[in-house]
């Protein structure tokens, strides 16, 4: 639900307007400067080291290390950072794109997926795209509508849209080569995954695991935008003919009707490739539902739910697996980014894959095989003892299988994860993780049969919060021994991807709005500027005019920002304030004063129907809360619903049961939603606005 009429008319009305602009002057600009480089390609990828003035992929390389060669700017000189130059975007939801930089142009996606073009020495726009997603498709976005970046291959950029196409631009003008859909759109599917190019084939997988979908990876041939092949992560209805061996071998760990809901198991993050063994890896999330009873009649592993898998790129074919969580049911996708490299374990160098899982515990495999090297767990964790190396599996907790205790139980780490999308970096030259992480546990409230909801979530089991401090730390970790080596902690959790270099530092945007540079091998904090807003997007680092320069985007969202709403003001932070942020050595410019956001409760007078207000608190929870916050309260995100101007008038029906909002991204929710319930929820809101309001 949006609040206000004005702030959503205003919102609404910024949109056109921007959009009208954006269209022109995508028109108006001429081409950009890079139009006689060497096109981008794998050799240009898989080689980037030899290059490291650009940023050419998501991870700068096929492996995802987020490591840069550039030493220009070093822990000896860090302190004399500023900002270089700064653009201001027109979106103010989640911003989670890396910057790619392609011979002086910067690449950068926005929230609802628009694309742009910038000049790096001087902050000029050469070109904005905007794929003009319909906002009110905005319901399906479990964690906001983020975009986490472009792909580039032959003077062509890639962007997933939110809406579930795949779509390539010319990288000179921004102007449309070619549109897919990647998805059935009569499915909640949604797009928020930076794509990858392989071979001239672009990779994109897909969100919606917390609705009903069922998840898959795609390759598209970069020039025509033909399907290549299709990797299904869950099997289909058994009734009919499996796509290949690995589904039929799934098949066989699964119980029930999964494939009625989809079964879940979305590719929404991680994409690496080694190019000598011609194996891409990618991860999986969580299940729909998230309680195993609902989705597999409480049995089986659920393959390839909470899995990495490994595939031959040319053909999409099926090498090896690994699930991390087998029979998962507390959201602990596995998408976290998948790094490659050579790390010297014991004595002998391995040519392995990490990653610091959802669930806790860094993993370290042999990427060729697969095979488990080592687990250890970089934050309590509470749902398993260890991960046991011989059989590959966790040592759970089976207090922690509330679906088959019935019991509610706190686990650690909960779904936010010890570690989510934001990307960590390794530095070959320290032997260092860089991950940000975090503790956030929650309670997990088992229901003995939750209706299916047509829109929202369906998770099949009731979640809370834990009256337990929650922790954001970046954490520096040592995955040849599996060790810590330091952190740096910060208010809270919800923190910036990092990018670390040859200059020995690592960077970092937190949730509270400040940029920061630390010393790679100690963690001591070398410089750090406050940018207004939560930072949580990855920095990338590059040269233009032989000066090395770091970029990154502001702008707080999220599921944290969102679902926690005003509880995640707790890591500092609740204003959206969206920029590119470009910084070198040196750099003078300053950022414009914040301007004061005024915050009036004035609701309605408390319902007099207490029935009413406590049939609306579990409709509110289970419809609202996704985007508009815990409880009601409030985020710095989405308009704070207490303060609707629409909660005394019964156009608020008109919004919540008709979408008069639907074009500032709040959809109808007929389909789920009678007019008694919406009154409910109405009633509970103006019960939690005199509950919170400050007179
Ligand atoms: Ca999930």
Same mark, same amino acid.
């Given at each position: 639900?949006?609040? $206000?009429?004005?702030?959503?008319? #205003? ?22 400067? *890079? ?23 998501? $991870? ?13 700017? *070093? +822990? ?17 939801? &989640?911003?989670?794109?890396?910057? =790619?930089? @392609? ?35 905005? %319901? ?26 795949? @779509? ?68 289909? +209805?058994? #009734?009919? !003919? ?29 994409? #690496? ?64 980014? =998948? ?5 010297? @374990? ?27 090297? #080592? ?21 759970? *907790? ?29 530095? !070959? ?39 337990? !401090? ?81 970029? %990154? ?59 009413? %207000?406590?049939? $609306? ?61 919406? &009154? ?5 809101? @103006? ?9």
């Amino acid at each position: 639900m949006k609040t $206000g009429q004005e702030d959503a008319r #205003s919102m609404a009305s910024i949109m056109l307007r921007s959009t009208a602009m954006l269209l022109t002057l995508a028109a108006q600009l001429a081409p950009s400067a *890079n139009a006689g480089a060497k096109p981008v390609d794998g050799s240009r990828i898989a080689n980037a080291d030899t290059e490291p003035g650009n940023w050419l992929t998501y $991870g700068r390389t096929y492996s995802e290390q987020r490591y840069s060669p550039l030493a220009t700017i *070093n +822990d000896e000189n860090a302190h004399n950072l500023g900002l270089a130059w700064f653009a201001d975007l027109d979106t103010n939801r &989640a911003q989670e794109a890396t910057p =790619l930089v @392609i011979d002086g142009t910067l690449y950068i996606s926005t929230a609802w997926s628009l694309v742009k073009a910038y000049e790096v020495r001087t902050g000029r726009l050469i070109w904005a795209y905007d794929p003009q997603v319909r906002r009110e498709l905005g %319901v399906n976005a479990c964690c906001d509508v983020g975009n986490r970046g472009v792909a580039a291959w032959n003077r062509k950029i890639f962007v997933g849209a939110y809406d579930g196409r795949l @779509i390539a631009l010319d990288a000179a003008t921004g102007v449309p080569v070619w549109s897919t859909q990647t998805v059935d759109t009569g499915k909640p599917y949604t797009i928020t995954q930076a794509p990858r190019v392989i071979n001239g084939r672009v990779i994109i997988g897909n969100s919606g695991g917390e609705y009903g979908t069922r998840g898959y990876i795609s390759a598209y041939d970069a020039e025509s935008g033909k399907l290549a092949w299709r990797f299904f992560t869950v099997p289909g +209805d058994p #009734s009919k !003919p499996f796509e290949n061996e690995a589904m039929a071998r799934a098949a066989k760990t699964w119980s029930g009707e999964w494939w009625k809901l989809g079964g879940g198991g979305p590719v929404w993050d991680a994409i #690496s490739y080694d190019p000598k063994l011609n194996l891409l890896y990618f991860g999986v999330g969580n299940g729909t539902q998230w309680a195993r009873s609902a989705r597999s009649a409480g049995k089986g592993d659920n393959l390839y739910l909470a899995s990495i898998v490994a595939l031959h790129a040319d053909t999409g074919q099926y090498a090896w697996h690994y699930q991390a969580t087998p029979g998962e049911e507390w959201d602990f996708d596995a998408v976290q980014q =998948l790094v490659l490299a050579d790390l010297r @374990i014991n004595g002998k160098v391995r040519q392995v894959l990490m990653q610091a899982n959802k669930n806790g515990f860094f993993y370290v495999l042999d990427r060729k095989s697969g095979a488990l090297l #080592s687990a250890k767990a970089i934050v309590p964790v509470t749902w398993a003892s260890g991960i046991d190396l011989k059989s590959g599996r966790p040592i759970e *907790n089976q207090e922690a299988r509330y679906s088959e205790t019935g019991k509610a139980i706190d686990v650690k780490p909960g779904p936010l994860g010890a570690h989510n999308w934001q990307p960590m970096a390794f530095n !070959p030259k320290t032997g260092l993780v860089y991950i940000p992480a975090q503790q956030v546990p929650i309670r997990f409230i088992p229901l003995p049969s939750l209706p299916i909801a047509p829109i929202g979530w369906n998770l099949g089991v009731a979640l809370a919060s834990v009256p337990s !401090p929650i922790e954001g730390f970046l954490l520096a970790w040592d995955p040849a021994r599996q060790r810590e080596a330091w952190r740096v902690t910060y208010k809270g959790p919800w923190n910036g991807g990092v990018v670390t270099t040859a200059g020995n530092i690592v960077a970092q945007g937190d949730a509270a709005g400040n940029f920061n540079v630390y010393r790679a091998t100690d963690g001591e904090k070398l410089w750090s500027l406050f940018a207004q807003s939560g930072i949580i997007g990855g920095p990338s680092t590059f040269e233009a005019g032989g000066e090395q320069y770091i970029a %990154v985007l502001s702008g707080w969202g999220g599921s944290f920002a969102l679902s926690g709403g005003k509880a995640s003001a707790v890591s500092g932070n609740l204003r959206n304030v969206s920029r590119l942020l470009v910084f070198k050595l040196g750099g003078t410019a300053v950022l414009p004063p914040l301007t004061p956001r005024p915050f009036v409760i004035n609701p309605p007078p408390e319902p007099s129907d207490t029935a009413s %207000v406590a049939r $609306g608190e579990p409709l509110y929870v289970q419809y609202c809360s996704a985007c508009h916050g815990e409880h009601a309260l409030g985020g710095g995100v989405i308009p704070d619903l207490r303060a609707s101007n629409f909660l005394g008038s019964d156009f608020f029906y008109n919004i919540v049961l008709d979408g008069a909002l639907k074009d500032a991204g709040m959809a109808s929710f007929k389909s789920a939603l009678s007019r008694d319930d919406a &009154a409910a929820i109405r009633n509970f809101v @103006i019960h939690q606005a005199n509950q919170t309001a400050p007179n």
